[in-house]
Each structure stands twice: as C-alpha cells, then as structure tokens.
C-alpha cells in the first residue's frame, strides 16, 4: 500500500474517531443475512432490516450516494440521500 493510500485512511480514521463514531465495532446485531432481506423486500414487506458485511463500494454523487453491501448469502445495493439522513450523518457515510 502507497504512503499517500495510507495517510488517506488514516485521516478518515481519525475523523470518524473525532466525530464520535466506533471505526472497529466490537458487536453488531443483525437481523439476519442480505438474500432473506431480499426476498422480503421482493415480496413488498416494510420490515427494517439490520444488515452486516463488506462494503464493496461506495460511490458519492452530489447528495445522494450508493453502495454495495455483500455478504456469504448476497449483494445489495445501498442508497443514501442527504435530505433522509441529516447533513451530519451523510458526511459520515461519504468518510
């Protein structure tokens, strides 16, 4: 990894501790894996979903942006707006 690839995470890394956000999550509970929340959604049920994985992408483009979100059931693709989630939030999601 190139020092600049480096020092670019690590100030992202320090950002995220300043603005108070827990970089390396000790737990996370899940409601269950991508593939069931999918077919949920296909079937037109407004259940919440908690999800977990590897984000694959992230993509900003202006106020919105989306993602990929993979675990070993699937990939879903991710979709955030500025207007939904608050200005602060959103900064935190395009770190």
Same mark, same amino acid.
């Given at each position: 990894?190139?020092?600049?690839?480096?020092?670019?995470?690590?100030?992202? /890394?320090?950002? =995220?501790?300043?603005? +108070?956000?827990?970089? *390396?999550?000790?737990?996370? &509970? $899940? %409601? @269950?894996? !991508?593939?069931?929340?999918?077919?949920?959604?296909?079937?037109?049920?407004?259940?919440?979903?908690?999800?977990?994985?590897? /984000?694959?992408? =992230?993509?900003?483009? +202006?106020?919105?942006? *989306?993602?990929?979100?993979? &675990? $070993? %059931? @699937?990939? !879903?693709?991710?979709?955030?707006?500025?207007?939904?989630?608050?200005?602060?939030?959103?900064?935190?999601?395009?770190?």
């Amino acid at each position: 990894m190139t020092s600049f690839v480096e020092a670019a995470r690590r100030e992202k /890394l320090a950002e =995220l501790v300043k603005r +108070g956000v827990a970089p *390396f999550a000790y737990r996370f &509970d $899940r %409601s @269950g894996a !991508i593939a069931p929340a999918l077919e949920g959604f296909r079937d037109d049920d407004a259940t919440v979903h908690r999800l977990a994985g590897r /984000l694959i992408l =992230l993509r900003p483009m +202006g106020k919105t942006t *989306f993602g990929h979100l993979e &675990d $070993r %059931s @699937g990939k !879903i693709q991710l979709y955030f707006k500025v207007d939904d989630l608050g200005a602060e939030q959103y900064e935190v999601v395009k770190l």
